[in-house]
């Protein structure tokens, strides 16, 4: 079945640094979606992208729509530390209404 | 803003119990679902529904059933917990619309002990 790879797992990077993460998966996906999962609560709709080679931004958050479909990238600028939390991607499966999701990027910051 | 709420943020129940987790939407939303998550799992969708009195199977609708009579309100019921079902519970609801629907907005979730 279809599946979404994140990497990586975990990042554990310094206050102030730039941070990138992606998505990538077997099938051509015509949706992504960033989520993010802040300790304790649930995931919250951070960008979404419709289009191959789409660049959309979120504040300090960019992400893009890989040319092939089959992958999405994530970077977050001048981190701080409420940016805490595990990032998901998702995508719809095909033909029908269920989202697929990535098992996430958890992010720690160190002040 | 798109509100989910969801009855309880902690539960404890026993094995054997009949355990029903509710959601509420206010954004009048036609499609809504309940995930399980668990670490090193990700989410998984258990039920999801499309319309009133309507209902899908997910992924791992094994030991759960759902109720939605009213358009804004969605139930997981839990026959007969068992420990294994132990777990954060999600729900989420999305509007119907040509890519809208897969904008899901999740609620904050339950955190469900049996014990």
């Not at chain 1, 990032?87 to 990027?105: D, E, L, Q, S, V």
């Not at chain 2, 009855?7 to 026993?14: A, D």
């Not at chain 2, 999740?106 to 014990?115: E, N, S």
């Amino acid at each position: 079945g279809q599946q979404l790879n994140q990497s990586p797992q975990s990042m554990f990077i310094q206050e102030g640094e730039d941070v990138s993460m992606n998505c990538t998966s077997s099938s051509i996906f015509n949706t992504w979606l960033w989520y993010k999962q802040d300790p304790g609560e649930g995931p919250v709709l951070l960008i979404a992208l419709y289009k191959a080679g789409e660049l959309t931004s979120n504040g300090r958050l960019t992400a893009q729509f890989g040319i092939t479909r089959k992958d999405s990238f994530l970077n977050i600028s001048a981190s701080i530390p409420s940016d805490v939390g595990i990032y998901f991607c998702a995508g719809p499966n095909t033909g029908g209404f269920k989202t697929i999701f990535g098992a996430g990027t958890r992010l720690f910051v160190k002040a | 803003d798109v509100k989910v709420t969801q009855s309880s943020r902690y539960l404890v129940k026993r094995t054997g119990e009949k355990v029903f987790l509710e959601c509420v939407q206010d954004m009048d939303h036609e499609n809504m679902f309940w995930y399980r998550q668990d670490p090193g799992l990700g989410l998984r969708l258990i039920y999801f529904s499309y319309d009133v009195k309507m209902k899908e199977k997910g992924d791992i609708p094994e030991g759960y059933s759902v109720s939605r009579e009213k358009k804004e309100r969605f139930s997981l019921i839990l026959e007969s917990a068992s420990t294994n079902q132990t777990s954060m519970y999600l729900c989420a609801s999305s509007s119907t619309g040509s890519l809208r629907h897969y904008e899901q907005y999740f609620g904050p979730g339950t955190r469900l002990t049996v014990t």
